[in-house]
């Protein structure tokens, strides 16, 4: 037998412009794949570590949307506490106005017909879930929603509800993009989705509002912009980890306490004189686990262990 030596191939070296092109061959398939090898070369990835996928290996998510502050904050205990924590002990007092009497008779009528401050509390809570909440401000002036509401009203009176909305239940459905416009940036058009993810009613219907019968309220904007930063955001990965740790808390006591029995055969005889009973002992001993109204099960030549 002769003896060879193993040459290595060449390892081939693009460019980054020779990378494109052969990502760019289908622009629609591959650009999450651009994107996706671009972090990856450029060490974000998400967490800015060049060696591990952290949130592959952790299993968080990679891009948090409204439904998984939703979710762990209906879950979670802990999550329910750090979103309505602050907005319960700041409302627990109604805020003490120094106006003049008539506009204070104008806001008791507020306060006693619309629950005027229940719905701002509610308005704080839902804009801590999601990146920003609105209050929908129901009036009588003969428009429909998507009109804007720059007529004169007659008064306390003209408005009939006042409805706190989630991030998903007002979504923002067209933008002013002109930036010669004093509100460029803003949302021009929302749209209403009663059965969205928070609706706790029955109304399914949806249709358009305009932002002047929106009132916004979005924690950590400080851009002057509508979108603001979750209070789930920054501590979700720590949330998952404490729901998984306390998930495996009961499971793991439940497997522990519900041990399963194997059952050893203590001599050879018993297989010859209980033939027919072994045959079905298997199916015999899960009845038995599943009636647990019998506290008693006769194995034949079986010495049962835990």
């Not at 920003?132 to 401000?137: E, K, Q, R, T, W």
Request: proline share 5%.
């Amino acid at each position: 037998m002769g003896f060879f030596s193993k040459k290595k191939a060449p390892v081939k070296k693009f460019t980054e412009y020779e990378v494109n092109q052969i990502l760019n061959i289908n622009d629609d398939i591959n650009s999450s794949a651009r994107g996706a090898i671009g972090s990856i070369l450029s060490g974000s990835n998400y967490t800015g570590d060049t060696l591990h996928q952290i949130n592959v290996d952790f299993g968080y998510p990679d891009v948090l949307a409204f439904e998984n502050y939703w979710n762990m904050y209906r879950r979670s205990g802990i999550a329910k506490n750090v979103v309505q924590s602050v907005p319960d002990i700041c409302w627990m007092d109604a805020p003490e106005i120094e106006a003049s009497p008539q506009f204070l008779s104008d806001l008791d009528v507020l306060v006693d017909n619309l629950y005027f401050w229940q719905r701002l509390k509610g308005l704080d809570v839902r804009q801590r879930v999601g990146r920003y909440a609105g209050v929908f401000m129901r009036v009588r002036d003969g428009l429909s929603p998507d009109q804007p509401l720059d007529t004169m009203l007659p008064g306390v009176g003209a408005l009939v509800q006042m409805i706190p909305l989630y991030e998903s239940q007002l979504v923002v459905n067209e933008t002013i993009d002109d930036p010669l416009d004093d509100d460029y940036g803003l949302p021009k058009m929302y749209q209403f989705n009663g059965s969205a993810v928070g609706g706790r009613g029955t109304n399914k219907n949806s249709f358009n509002i305009h932002p002047s019968r929106i009132i916004i309220a979005a924690e950590g904007s400080d851009n002057g912009d509508i979108y603001g930063i979750s209070e789930l955001e920054g501590c979700y990965n720590s949330l998952m980890d404490l729901r998984k740790i306390i998930g495996a808390g009961g499971e793991g006591f439940y497997k522990n306490a519900a041990k399963d029995v194997v059952f050893q055969l203590k001599d050879a005889s018993s297989v010859k004189q209980n033939d027919g009973l072994l045959a079905n002992f298997n199916k015999n001993y899960d009845d038995w686990a599943r009636n647990r109204a019998r506290r008693a099960l006769w194995t034949p030549g079986l010495e049962p262990k835990v």
